[in-house]
């Protein structure tokens, strides 16, 4: 991420907006890749820019403010899943609301491509799944991903290798079905 | 990433590229109206409401009369008044950068230095991941440590919180801080205070 010059200068009103606009969007699709449903990683993200603007005369550094986003939006993320019930409650939600548009036959095999995408992440264990969402959709290093998520490199390396394996033969499977 | 991962990240990356949230930051303007902004806005105020009372004196009463407000008179009255709120709200915003008004955790009760009767309650209000609140019971001279912890109203924004202490007769530090989901440095508020129990 590139610092603006005048970053360090920011109010909390003025840090919460400049994030906001380069990060929101792709904060609500990581947290929709843990949590699976739109309207709550929205809700997750939001919670995260009140987090960040409560504690910008700490943070200053958006570099550090991004890092505690993204530690947020995974963790909060984390505990909806446990205390909301949203697995249960999204078994059998339709795939990602809002993304498809039916009707013509390319649409809807993506469609079902994405959603299978999402079942099978949804199956991994939670470890997993956000080790795999951090290094492969935000291209963080093993260093970052143990930072945020509060493990060793090691144990990254673990839940990648694993869940990265898991996550292609439930692919390859459902490849082999179609 | 090596060339045998661009597969998952080609796979997640599809997964959500659908995915076009509706804004939220009038939500999160919403949500954190309550905290100290814009403080231009209080002495920009105020400042108008002097220069339209100096203004209103120089032509209601003449040139002479509008030179300050240590001159006594009718059009003293609103400039005073004028400077008066602009002083009373500048005061009432942070006016520096040591961080006094936005601590994520604030004890309200009992004061720094009280002396209480075990069981005692805790109250405050907390910017929490979670709104987990910890805290500490240390016996001042060494001793056993009692802790626990409190969960706040609400994530993530300014929420009560309280909680019941029980420990003998003594001289404490209570030491109550923030739950931070961040390992940077400097990010959690940690308040600490004696209090005496008798």
Known sequence: ?178 | MSAHDEDLRALLEDAVAGVDPASGLDAVRSRTAHLPRRRWVLPALGSGVLVAALVAAFFVLGPGTASGPSDPGQAAGPAQSGSSDWYMGWTDEPDDQDGATDDTVVVSSPADGATVTSPFTVTGTAVTFEGTVTWKLRPVGGGRVVDGFATAAECCTSSPYSFTVTAPTGHYTLVVSDQDVSDGEGTTTEVSQEVTVR
């Open chain 1, 1 to 178: 991420m590139t610092r603006a010059p005048e970053a360090t200068a920011w109010d909390a009103d003025t840090a919460v907006e400049q994030l906001y606009a380069v990060h929101y969007r792709r904060l609500v699709r990581l947290s929709v890749l843990l949590v699976r449903d739109v309207g709550t990683a929205e809700e997750v993200v939001q919670d995260a820019f009140v987090a960040v603007h409560a504690r910008w005369r700490r943070l200053r550094d958006p570099d550090q403010a991004l890092a505690y986003l993204r530690q947020t939006v995974v963790n909060r993320s984390r505990s909806v899943l446990r205390h909301r019930g949203v697995r249960a409650a999204h078994a059998h939600a339709e795939p990602t609301a809002g993304t498809t548009r039916p009707g013509a036959d390319e649409d809807v095999i993506a469609a079902e491509r994405r959603a299978g995408v999402l079942d099978a992440l949804r199956a991994l264990p939670t470890r997993q799944r956000e080790v795999l969402a951090l290094r492969y959709y935000l291209d963080l290093s093993e260093a970052e991903i143990a930072a945020t998520l509060g493990i060793s490199r090691g144990a990254v390396k673990t839940h990648a290798s694993r869940g990265a394996a898991a996550l292609r033969a439930t692919m390859s499977t459902e490849e082999d079905a179609r």
